[in-house]
């Protein structure tokens, strides 16, 4: 009878109807760990690696 | 103990208002604005000794200058906005109470205390090493330690902004997805954080090293690691001024974007890519291989140009929608013409769109193409580009917000009016000037940071041709302009928060918009319709202008490269 009465419609249902690029974009902590892994991977890591790289002049 | 959140209910938008985060909104707003002026003071003193007719300070007293300067603009003056600008975001637009507020108190005070310990150490004259702070030139360790307690203070704001979207998200404040614009400000927070923690990883092992702690730092690590800090936190601006772009198109418009899924992608690419165009500080630096060099800047970054691309065409897109629908739909352009030039917040606005997509943005990838930016490398053609992008871009735009937030959140009426309605030209014009007038001198040559372009002391002499002085002498001409504006917007503003008239709690205030166009702020959906030939004729205009100054820079590289 309450189902009836709820304008809410179940959480599962919810979850199931909203597509997943949007799911994604509305998980803030999950676009905060590509915002930092990305950058910090092509940029930070990998350019430190390069330069790591470089011989010691004698 | 919990204590019971107080709300007010905003009169023009029906939203709650958590008084913590109004009381946090204003603090740091006020702030900001201190240290813009005190910024910008430093500025026009940088401006006057590089202007080789006046010349005004002293070659130790301008490099002291130059980095209070780049320190209070660059950094302080827009951190402090922007944690204003999350603040806003989250509890205001989402109807929320702001999470853990004694902790964005807490925040703020060690923003303060560090700004001012920085620039104390500017100031006492042993520590001119200017707001990149290469190594191994060495500052005094509270330079350091200032930079750090204020780069804490602001993450401990990004995280009372997440925190926020989740009491909000926890507590059902809002109904389906977040706001776009508390999207933007999102993006700008994730931002903070890389930009904060690449901060962190450099700036704390060069406190020590300072002390003599640490033997050495290497010079090209401490590079490659400041700018994912320097040149990130620009790109924090480059999301909270877009996401205020949008906010002003709602809030004086009523519009809302012409696909809200389209917008969102478009802040996904910053989220991913933009970070990376620190990249283009290293492009002439021999220990990094082409491909990191071309990947950073130009594969993976083009994928966050994009995202400008296409938030410089939705934003006056969802404004030529929303005017068309309000009957302004005669030609492709009566909705441009008719739209409240008189009305700072969207002038201010859209002046920062234009500058910032034009000049800002095109000069921007042409930095960032490895070939064509050794003819501009460590010019002024630099500073030309980042004036365009954050003084015309971000610091318009953020101007053009307050205009919103004195009647709205401070709840005071505007003084002096008709300098309001004046103050995004005169500062807009002054700072195209600026950024036009280095990026011209740059393109001769002229090196950025340098006291005595004319070398008097020089032992082996060198001049620059005749028209790089003449473009010294416009930039500090606009240089005069763009501080009178910012001297009419701390005056505007000030003046208002103390002497304007308080608004009653119901009354409601006119920021020249449309009835009813409050709410379009705070609620998620795209616009009725996409037609929008106006707006199409103005993206054709910017990609002509693209393409064109993107070949003339390929063509200039051919003359002064010749290959035989």
């Known amino acids: 009878m309450a189902e009836a009465d709820d304008p809410r419609p179940a959480q599962s249902g ?13 998980n803030p902590f999950l676009l905060l760990f590509l915002g930092i892994a990305v950058p910090a991977l092509t940029y930070l890591i990998w350019g430190i690696i390069e330069i790591a790289q470089v011989p010691i002049a004698d | 103990m919990a204590t019971a959140t107080e709300f007010r209910t905003c009169p023009n938008t029906g939203l709650k208002v958590d008084l913590a985060a109004e009381r946090l909104i204003k603090a740091n707003a ?16 940088v401006a006057f000794t590089r202007w080789p007719a006046v010349h005004l300070l002293p070659a130790d007293w301008f490099y002291l200058a130059l980095t209070a300067h780049g320190l209070d603009v660059l950094l302080v003056w827009i951190i402090f906005f922007e944690i204003a600008v999350l603040y806003f975001a989250s509890a205001v637009l989402l109807n929320s109470r702001l999470a853990a507020p004694k902790f964005a108190w807490a925040g703020f005070v060690l923003m303060v205390v560090g700004a001012l310990i920085t620039n104390v150490a500017v100031l006492q004259g042993d520590s001119s090493v200017m707001f990149t702070s290469y190594v191994p030139m060495r500052a005094a360790p509270n330079f350091y330690l200032g930079l750090i307690l204020f780069a804490v203070g602001a993450l401990i704001g990004c995280f009372v902004f997440f925190g926020t979207l989740v009491v909000a998200k926890a507590e059902k404040t809002y109904e389906g997805s977040i706001p776009l614009v508390t999207f933007g400000a999102m993006t700008a927070a994730i931002i903070a954080v890389f930009t904060i923690v690449s901060g962190a ?3 704390i092992p060069t406190w020590l090293w300072s002390y003599g702690l640490i033997p050495d730092i ?22 909270a001024h877009v996401a205020i772009w949008y906010a002003i198109a709602a809030l004086v418009f009523g519009a809302k974007p012409l696909s809200e899924k389209v917008s969102r992608m478009a802040f996904l690419m910053y989220i991913l890519f933009l970070q990376i165009a620190s990249a283009h500080h290293m492009l002439v630096e021999p220990g990094l291989s082409s491909e990191w060099k071309i990947f950073n800047t130009s594969y993976a970054m083009y994928l966050a140009v ?33 739209a409240p030039w008189g009305n700072p917040a969207f002038s201010g606005m859209f002046l920062s769109l234009l500058m910032f997509g034009f000049l800002g943005g095109i000069s921007g990838v042409v930095m960032g193409v490895e070939q064509i930016n050794l003819i501009m490398h460590n010019t002024l053609y630099v500073p030309g580009h980042f004036h365009a992008t954050v003084v015309a871009g971000t610091t318009l735009a953020f101007m053009a917000i307050t205009y919103v937030l004195v009647p709205l959140i401070f709840r005071r009426e505007l003084i002096l009016k008709g300098w309001a309605r004046l103050q995004p030209y005169v500062f807009g014009i002054g700072v195209a000037g600026n950024s036009l007038f280095m990026m011209g001198a740059g393109t001769l040559g002229v090196s950025r940071r340098h006291w005595d372009i004319s070398f008097a002391d020089a032992s082996l002499p060198f001049d620059y ?9 416009l930039n500090g001409i606009s240089a005069i302009l763009a501080m009178l504006g910012g001297l009419m917007f701390v005056i505007v503003v000030v003046g208002s928060v103390f002497f304007g008239r308080k608004l009653g709690a119901d009354e409601k205030v006119s920021l020249g918009e449309v009835a009813g166009s409050g709410r379009a702020v705070a609620s998620y959906g795209s616009s009725d319709t996409i037609k929008i030939p106006g707006t199409a004729v103005l993206v054709a205009i910017f990609f002509i202008a693209f393409v064109l100054y993107y070949f003339v820079n390929w063509k200039y590289l051919s003359e002064i490269w010749p290959m035989s």
């Open chain 2, 306 to 338: 994009l995202g400008s691309m296409v938030h410089g065409m939705t934003v006056p897109g969802s404004i030529e929608a929303a005017q068309r629908k309000n009957g302004y739909d005669r030609g492709l352009f009566e909705w441009l013409r008719k």
């Open chain 2, 201 to 203: 990883i450099i700036l």
């Open chain 1, 14 to 26: 919810d979850d199931e109807s909203i597509p997943l690029m949007q799911r994604v974009l509305d």
């Open chain 2, 218 to 239: 290497d010079p090209v690590i401490y590079k490659l690691i400041w700018w994912g800090m320097g040149h990130s936190s620009q790109q924090i601006n480059v999301s």
């Open chain 2, 465 to 473: 041709p005749a028209a790089a002085f003449l473009m010294m002498g």
């Open chain 2, 30 to 45: 006020v702030v900001a604005i201190v240290f813009l002026a005190i910024g910008g003071l430093f500025g026009i003193l």
